[in-house]
C-alpha cells in the first residue's frame, strides 16, 4: 500500500487536513503523523496516513513529529528496519522526545486496534 502524504497549512503556519481527508479520518477513524523536517513543530512537514516503508522521498530528515490519532512505529531504516520508536497520540517537539538516536526516521507503521471486546477475544475459561 502506498504512502498517503497530505502536506497542507493554513495562514498560521498550522498543518491541517483537506475537508475530504477530515470526513474520512472522522469516518473511518483513521490515523494521521506528521513528520516535521525542523524541531519545535517547524520547517517542512508532511502527513502521512498509512504504512510506508520508504519516507526518504519525502523528507531528508526529522526533527518534530505530531500523532493526531492512532499509535505508529516508526523506524530509523527503509523497509521497517532499524531502531524502532513507538509513538501514541501526542506531540514530540525533538527526536529526544521520543527517545531517537537522531534524527533519521526513514519508514512507519500503523498499529492495527482491535475494536472486539476483550470478552470475545478471550472467553472465560472454566474448568
Known sequence: MPCSVVSLSC???????????????????GSVVIFYEDRNFQGHHYECSSECSDLTK?????NSIRVENGNW???ENPNH???QYYLRR????????WMGFND????CR??????TPLTERYPPYIL
Open 104 to 107: 533519521s526516521i526513514r519508514s
Open 73 to 75: 512505529i516508526l523506524y
Open 58 to 62: 519525502y523528507f531528508q530528515r526529522c
Open 11 to 29: 495562514s498560521s503556519g498550522m498543518p491541517v487536513l483537506s475537508n475530504l481527508c477530515c470526513g474520512l479520518l472522522c469516518k473511518f477513524g
Open 110 to 115: 500503523i498499529i492495527p486496534q482491535n475494536r
Open 90 to 97: 501526542g506531540e514530540y517537539p525533538d527526536f529526544n522526545q
Open 81 to 83: 528496519r532499524g531502531h
